[in-house]
């Protein structure tokens, strides 16, 4: 059987920390790693300190398949992902040939800010997939982005086909039921149903349900199986719909 991908995401910057700044990275990462087949495991928002981003980036970058950063590679005082990254695993940060050489076709003129751009932890790789202005750089399993969304998103697009993971499949049902009363159905399915990861969401001031109950799993059939055991536990007339949404 197929193992579930993972992933962990971080998000550099004192501005989201302070509420300067309104993160939106972390929504289109986590929607579209989820839609390859990439789960989430954990989101750390973190501070412009190189100590906090190499002990996150090196505990991350131990835990999960996938690591990407989202911040701090700019030209200012307080971009230190690159040094944050490099210490992480004991690597010095260098200056890349292709990225002065990108920088120098932007202005001849590269002053000490504008060079740190071209920065990279020694051994990185850059990936460039012949369609971006400046790549993407890569250290082992950690993906680093800008946190400028557009930047970000442009690309992640670019390379999205490197984070594959095996299909997973959802399954929401909406019910007009108390929480409380589904409770004691939902431990026996979580407990009979260990491939099937269960959610439940209240809902308030709705008409049509109050709860939704959602199932995933990478095994289809024992999702359909774990739907059918909460069907079967409710009365037919609290179940507003049953949505497939894979």
């Known amino acids: 059987m197929a ?7 971080i998000i550099i910057g004192d501005e989201i920390l302070s509420g300067k700044v309104q993160d939106t990275n972390v929504l289109f990462l986590t ?11 954990r989101i750390s928002v973190i501070p412009d300190i190189v100590d906090d981003i190499a002990r996150e980036v090196r505990d991350f970058s131990a835990k999960y398949d996938f690591v990407l950063t989202s911040g701090g590679i700019g030209p200012t005082h307080d971009d230190i992902t690159i040094e944050g990254v490099s210490a992480a695993f004991g690597v010095r940060p260098v200056i890349s040939d292709m990225l002065k ?7 001849k003129d590269l002053t000490p800010a504008r060079l740190k751009m071209a920065e990279v ?8 997939c012949g ?13 680093i982005f800008p ?4 930047e970000l998103r442009e690309r992640f697009n670019t390379i999205k086909e490197l984070f594959i993971g095996p299909k997973i499949f959802l399954r929401k049902v909406y019910l007009k039921e108390a929480e409380s009363v589904l409770a004691p159905y939902l431990n026996e399915i ?26 995933e799993s990478i095994i289809e059939q024992e999702l359909d199986s ?15 719909r049953v949505v497939a949404a894979d």
């Open 3 to 9: 193992q579930t991908k993972t992933a962990g995401i």
């Open 31 to 41: 929607g579209e790693l989820w839609a390859r087949g990439v789960m989430v495991s």
């Open 101 to 107: 050489g990108r920088l120098e076709q932007r202005n």
């Open 121 to 128: 932890p020694e051994g990185a790789e850059l990936l460039d």
């Open 131 to 143: 369609e971006l202005s400046f790549p993407l750089i890569k250290f082992r399993n950690v993906f």
């Open 147 to 150: 946190g400028i969304p557009e």
């Open 190 to 215: 979580v407990r009979l149903k260990e491939t099937v990861k269960v959610g439940s969401y209240p809902v308030v001031n709705n008409q049509d349900y109050s709860v939704m109950v959602t199932f």
């Open 226 to 240: 774990a739907v059918q055991l909460l069907i079967g536990k409710v009365p037919g007339e609290k179940i507003v």
